[in-house]
């Protein structure tokens, strides 16, 4: 597995690629989303300023004959690929309860031959909480608390939302869902649209989930309570001790004139998936250090085969994501 550098070089050069990668369009000044982070969930040094709570993980991936035939990507082959995996809770507050109906993350790093790697950022709803960066920004913007009051204002968060209906969206959905059993027992999306890119040129859009082997597993109310704020770690340590912790790599097909710029918008439910392979999680860290801690988990560090769509959020996560790291590596990275 792949050493990581040494973490200020890591830093800046993580940093210029990032605002490098993502095209004018898409640089929605990454400093003041990563500040409208810090402002609503609080700032945790150290902790990243989404997904704070979490764990990492090493998996293995195994691509499939369905895979291969769609994609050029080293990680079809069928050799098994290494993957740096991190398990985390939604959110900037790193005691941010287990328990709750709220987001759940995968992000992976593939690191394939030829030093190539693949990033990915994977959440437990199909769709994303905005569809473009400004509408993003002016979401947080619009529940920063009050100086006066410390508590964001109501008028100001209902006019917005009014404005932009899909910033509801994913709340709605974590709303009307039970509060997942297990990090090795939800499904994971990535919401946005990628093209799979064969060995002639042939581009197949799809947008993909990560679907547990053996099927999700919910908690009723009184179970979630019973189980408290703090469970999901332990619960992952002893499924990956037991063997029993896999996920398959589903791609659903997309056709044309399905909308594939937006992660707001999931594409038809009738649409086919293949598989194309399977991630095993091997091992889970024993504390609050591991291979992760440095990784942004951008999800425009792709492999050759695979390329992003014209989704606008795709590139303006990229430059925040550096900038979060910056910040955490001077405070002393944690998980």
């Known amino acids: 597995m792949r050493t990581p550098i040494a973490l200020p070089a890591l830093m800046a050069t993580t940093l210029l690629a990032a605002l490098g990668a993502a095209p004018a369009s898409a640089q929605v000044d990454p400093t003041r989303l990563v500040d409208a982070f810090e402002r609503n969930g609080g700032k945790f ?79 437990s709803a199909p769709v994303f909480g905005a569809s473009t960066p400004e509408q993003f920004i002016g979401r947080l913007d619009s529940l920063t608390p009050d100086p006066q009051t410390k508590k964001p204002d109501p008028d100001r968060i209902k006019a917005f939302a009014d404005a932009n209906p899909d910033v509801l969206l994913q709340g709605k959905y974590f709303a009307s869902q039970p509060v997942p059993a297990s990090y090795a027992r939800t499904n994971y999306w990535g919401v946005h649209a990628f093209a799979f890119i064969d060995a002639a040129g042939k581009k197949q ?75 095993t999680v091997k091992s889970v860290a ?16 792709l492999p050759k085969g695979v390329e992003a769509s014209a989704d606008p959020m795709l590139p303006a996560r990229a430059a925040p994501y550096a900038i979060s790291l910056g910040r955490r590596l001077v405070e002393g990275a944690k998980q």
Do not use: H
Not at 286 to 298: L, M, Q
């Open 286 to 301: 024993a504390d609050a250090t591991g291979p992760c801690v440095a990784i942004t988990y951008n999800p425009i560090v």
């Open 45 to 123: 040094e150290g902790y990243r300023r989404s997904g704070a709570k979490g764990v990492c993980a090493v998996a293995e991936f195994v691509g499939s004959a369905q895979g291969r035939t769609l994609s050029a990507a080293s990680a079809f082959s069928g050799t098994p690929v290494p993957v740096i995996a991190r398990f985390s809770v939604g959110g900037g507050n790193p005691k941010a309860p287990d328990n709750a109906r709220s987001q759940r993350n995968m992000a992976l790093q593939f690191d394939l031959p030829g030093g190539e790697t693949w990033q990915m950022g994977n959440i």
């Open 205 to 279: 859009f799809g947008k993909w989930v990560f679907e547990p082997v053996g099927g999700t597993q919910v908690l009723t109310d009184d179970e979630a309570k019973a189980k408290g704020a703090d469970f999901l770690i332990d619960d992952l340590r002893q499924r990956v001790a037991a063997g029993e912790v896999a996920f398959d790599f589903m791609l659903q097909l997309a056709e044309p004139g399905d909308r594939l710029d937006s992660a707001v918008v999931p594409l038809p439910a009738e649409r086919p998936k293949v598989n194309l392979g399977r991630l």
